[in-house]
């Protein structure tokens, strides 16, 4: 059981450059969210998406995109990569809102934009 | 929109201190979650508390949810190195499914 999987571990990207950030859960997982991590920012939510089919904003989303692709898959698009998005970026997955249930974590993408 | 904000941002204590990590929610919340994350490594659920005024406990770790549901607390008694990382608040708001996370607050501890 792998739980929840992101690719790549690390990218190095040059400004303007565009990169697709994977994850993939095999929990049947409802909900699933993509986080940026920063220094002294804690995790802010980028985007979310309460089950298959639907996506919403968070807190950051200026410069991303996302496709729910289906249960399992929630993809993080940078179009235009910018040095500012140099980030520690975390999928998750929890299994329905409703239940307020626990999210389970990915291992992490390091990206740099330089 | 939304704020939670923790604090303090950072602490280091000795070990066999105590230490306390406090959260605050500019909106009401649903339950209160906690996280832990390890140097290098990806949160890890610890707890939930869903009801106003609840307290509990894990072996020396006490989780309270303040009694208006905007605000969480917690505590570590005698603090081990094993204790060291990120602790972070987590809380959904109405019926959305949005999981917004605290701040943090980064724990050292030294022999």
């Known amino acids: 059981n792998a739980g929840v999987t992101q690719t790549p571990k690390f990218q190095v990207l040059k400004t303007g450059q565009s990169m697709t950030l994977q994850c993939a859960q095999d929990?049947?997982?409802?909900?699933m969210y993509w986080y940026r991590q920063d220094p002294g920012m804690g995790l802010r939510l980028i985007y979310y998406?309460?089950?298959?089919?639907?996506?919403d904003k968070g807190e950051v989303p200026n410069g991303y995109n996302v496709s729910r692709l289906n249960k399992r898959e929630f993809s993080l698009r940078l179009e235009s990569a910018a040095p500012s998005q140099t980030s520690v970026y975390f999928c998750?997955?929890?299994?329905?809102?409703?239940?307020?249930?626990?999210?389970?974590f990915g291992q992490g993408t390091r990206l740099t934009v330089v | 929109g939304q704020q939670v904000m923790q604090i303090p941002q950072y602490q280091h204590v000795q070990e066999g201190e105590d230490f306390t990590t406090y959260c605050n929610s500019s909106?009401?919340?649903?339950?209160i979650q906690w996280y832990k994350q390890r140097p290098g490594g990806h949160p890890v659920f610890l707890i939930q508390?869903?009801?106003?005024?609840e307290v509990k406990k894990q072996k020396r770790l006490t989780f309270q949810f303040g009694e208006a549901k905007k605000n969480s607390s917690l505590h570590i008694t005698a603090t081990q190195t094993t204790d060291v990382g990120t602790y972070f608040c987590?809380?959904?708001?109405?019926?959305?499914?949005?999981?917004?996370f605290g701040t943090g607050t980064r724990l050292q501890v030294t022999l």
């Open positions: 998750a997955s929890a299994r329905d809102r409703a239940m307020n249930t626990e999210a389970f």
């Open positions: 929990m049947n997982h409802n909900s």
């Open positions: 998406s309460a089950s298959e089919g639907t996506t």
């Open positions: 909106t009401t919340l649903s339950n």
């Open positions: 508390l869903v009801k106003s005024g």
């Open positions: 987590a809380g959904y708001t109405g019926t959305a499914s949005k999981l917004t």
